[in-house]
């Protein structure tokens, strides 16, 4: 999926096909954060 931001170590990706539902990945080694972009 395209990489949308990196900084500090951090990748911030964006998944839109998956799970139905947009929202972002952001990575930073082991550590993952999702974000979600409405839905339930």
Do not use: D, N, Q, S
């Not at 395209?2 to 539902?21: C, K």
């Amino acid at each position: 999926m395209p990489v949308i931001a990196r900084f500090y170590g951090i990748v911030v990706r964006m998944y839109f096909r998956e799970h139905g539902v947009p929202h972002f990945h952001a990575i930073y080694g082991e550590y993952v954060g999702v974000i979600r972009l409405g839905g339930p």
